[in-house]
């Protein structure tokens, strides 16, 4: 067989599969009309995006793969078909971090893929107001960054908040230098988020030593003011350069490679158990002699994995604090109920802020 009637068997085979694949698709999106039909006459429930079951998918997805395509390239595909189906079923609004082209967004499309509609919003505040009020479906904010710490704004407003945490999600974060020529002798003044400055710092100190740095409140924002002034550099992302048309006089400029922050999803419903989970928890404890002992002992004997713990003030007084912990295992888990129970008794304030699957990309 020629090289050209080779190709042609390919070529024909791969046509095929696009249409076995493309009514594979429908199909799904058929059933999932049907669950929605299901779901409206049976169990008189309007609750359609279930984070739990699309984590169990997303798990066994990846789990089952054969490639040549990573795992996570085939879970971001069935992603994007679940996120399609489900806007049959329920069209969602998600409120970000904005303005547009922010990472905030780019981690909202990353949880719920482009069949979502994304509100972008001014503050975090904001974005916890129009989730409490019904005004959009879910939020996502972030709470921390691997190299800057935790987003400590986030915390205080889960203080007085009755959302719940429903999900989480990790994106790998590089930051460009953008400009309208590309050139990086035409820079004289570099914007950008704060945390987006620290996560540069020592790149701008050897490449850009004696240009100002001015903090914004995003680095979208600083995309948009970088459009309209030649002499603005801004520090954002391949998406900001596109959206407000700029280019990139360096690329990834963070100081670290692995570069990440963990946004998290806030909702108003309890999330059931995916099988592999996380639970956030508010503790204020009594002031006294070994309270944060007390507070760990439980979690050490009933075998509860820490991941992570943070303190905030508590505002009620002075050197009163509140402590923010992630537990590895769901609330309705008998080890983490045990270790819950035993902490209520010994804080002045336990509050569960969600139980939620961990992320799976």
Not at 269 to 283: E, F, L, R
Not at 303 to 317: A, C, F, H, L, N
Request: hydrophobic share 40%; glycine share 6%; net charge negative.
């Amino acid at each position: 067989m020629s090289d050209s009637k080779a190709l042609q068997t390919v070529r024909d085979e791969i046509d095929a599969l696009d249409r076995e694949i493309q009514r594979l698709v429908n199909r799904r999106a058929e059933c999932a009309m049907q669950v929605a039909e299901i779901k409206r006459e049976v169990e008189a429930s309007d609750q359609f995006y279930r984070p739990e079951r699309e984590a169990q998918v997303l798990r066994s997805v990846v789990e089952r793969n054969e490639g040549p395509l990573a795992g996570e390239t085939v879970a971001r595909l069935f992603r994007e078909i679940m996120s399609a189906c489900l806007a049959l079923e329920e069209p969602m609004t998600v409120a970000y971090l904005g303005p547009e082209g922010t990472f905030t967004q780019a981690a909202a499309l990353k949880h719920f893929g482009h069949g979502v509609t994304t509100a972008p919003l001014s503050a975090i505040d904001d974005i916890f107001r129009d989730v409490e009020s019904g005004a959009v479906h879910y939020g996502v904010v972030p709470v921390e960054n691997s190299t800057e710490g935790v987003v400590t704004h986030t915390l205080d407003t889960f203080i007085n908040s009755p959302l719940k945490i429903s999900g989480e999600v990790a994106l790998r974060i590089h930051h460009n230098l953008l400009n309208q020529s590309g050139d990086l002798g035409a820079v004289q003044k570099i914007c950008a988020h704060q945390q987006a400055l620290a996560q540069c710092r020592e790149w701008l100190d050897e490449h850009m030593p004696n240009v100002v740095c001015e903090p914004l409140s995003s680095n979208a924002e600083a995309a948009k003011l970088a459009a309209a002034d030649s002499s603005v550099a801004a520090i954002a992302s391949d998406v900001a350069a596109e959206l407000y048309e700029l280019r990139a006089a360096a690329s990834n400029i963070e100081d670290e490679p692995d570069n990440t922050t963990r946004f998290l999803v806030i909702g108003r419903q309890d999330i059931p158990a995916s099988g592999n989970d996380k639970t956030s928890i508010m503790v204020s404890m009594r002031n006294e002699p070994g309270a944060l002992a007390k507070l760990l002992q439980p979690l050490a004997e009933q075998g509860v994995d820490m991941t992570r713990i943070e303190s905030r003030p508590s505002r009620r007084g002075n050197w009163e604090y509140v402590f923010f912990l992630d537990l590895l295992g769901h609330q309705e888990d008998r080890a983490v109920q045990n270790a819950l129970a035993v902490i209520k008794k010994e804080a002045a304030v336990l509050k569960i802020l969600g139980s939620y699957p961990r992320a799976v990309l």
